[in-house]
């Protein structure tokens, strides 16, 4: 005899085992099919989900973006004119305060060049100098 005739015969739980069984062999019988396996249809709704609603961030992302480009490009804009003026403007300041541009505006406001100078001082009140009222040239 054979290693593997010696061996006995797995038994079914639940049912004991007859002398007649350990020789004769198992005896077949009809199984249910499978349960159906789920359809895929909502793990595939899922992933289209997940795919546009993240098209749909980034193409709010993508717009923010847009919109965040033109107000720097606009604020920039805004700030060259601005330096512009103020450049502009400190020219003109310069031109003002020149001597000659000084002397031309007093003369039209009626001042004449004074010619002996005189000072005060403060602290008691004395004039030091030789001044003498200014007389305007014909």
Known sequence: MSAAQALPRPVPAGRPQRATE????PRLRVVRPPAQSRSRAP???LCM???????LGTLLLNTAMAQ???ERFSLQ???ATSAQNQQELA???AVAESPEQLSRAAREL???PSGDRGYLRLADGAVLGDP????EEP
């Open 43 to 45: 793990f595939v709704l």
């Open 22 to 25: 350990s020789t004769s062999p």
């Open 132 to 135: 003498t009222p200014a007389v």
């Open 91 to 93: 020219e003109a300041i």
């Open 49 to 55: 989900g997940v795919l546009a609603a993240s098209l």
């Open 77 to 79: 804009t805004r700030l």
């Open 68 to 70: 965040g480009e033109y």
């Open 110 to 112: 009626g001042m004449v």
